[in-house]
């Protein structure tokens, strides 16, 4: 599956458990900023991204909610040097460069949940799925 097919897919899925435009959905859409996403619609997109990509989304590794509670990671609002290094390490499959420590938190949600996170994501998993069947 190329990069665009992916894209699109990812679309559909935000379309239908947002209720969204198609033409709202572009890569540097941030589903919280822009799309207005809140945790219950991230159980939503989980699920359908499951479903239509037949992948398993572990619970905190593709949405950092409980990551970004954790007083080691942040500390008054602000991601620490731990939360960076977690950071870095949970989202693997797309580029954190930009993340620095004493980054707040609340717009570091919207900067990491775009739409091109999520496309990353499954991008990564839908590679590690064919290279384990090889």
Same mark, same amino acid.
């Given at each position: 599956? /190329?990069?665009?097919? @992916?894209?699109?897919?990812?679309?559909?899925?935000?379309?239908?458990?947002?209720?969204?435009?198609?033409?709202?959905?572009?890569?540097?859409?941030?589903?919280?900023?822009?799309?207005?996403?809140?945790? @219950?619609?991230?159980?939503?997109?989980?699920?359908?991204?499951?479903? /239509?990509?037949?992948?398993?989304?572990?619970?905190?590794?593709?949405?950092?909610?409980?990551?970004?509670?954790?007083?080691?990671?942040?500390?008054?609002?602000?991601?620490?040097?731990?939360?960076?290094?977690?950071?870095?390490?949970?989202?693997?499959?797309?580029?954190?460069?930009?993340?620095?420590?004493?980054?707040?938190?609340?717009?570091?949600?919207?900067?990491?949940? /775009?739409?091109?996170?999520?496309?990353?994501?499954?991008?990564?998993?839908?590679?590690?799925?064919?290279?384990?069947?090889?």
């Amino acid at each position: 599956m /190329t990069r665009e097919e @992916i894209h699109e897919k990812v679309a559909d899925v935000l379309v239908q458990a947002l209720g969204v435009s198609r033409a709202e959905i572009k890569p540097e859409t941030s589903l919280v900023g822009d799309l207005e996403a809140e945790s @219950i619609d991230f159980l939503d997109i989980i699920f359908r991204l499951e479903k /239509t990509f037949g992948i398993e989304v572990a619970r905190g590794e593709l949405f950092p909610q409980e990551m970004l509670r954790d007083p080691q990671l942040v500390q008054g609002g602000k991601l620490t040097e731990a939360g960076v290094a977690a950071l870095r390490d949970r989202f693997n499959f797309t580029d954190l460069s930009q993340l620095t420590v004493g980054q707040n938190v609340e717009e570091l949600v919207n900067d990491l949940l /775009t739409v091109r996170t999520i496309v990353d994501y499954v991008e990564s998993k839908l590679r590690l799925a064919s290279s384990a069947t090889v």
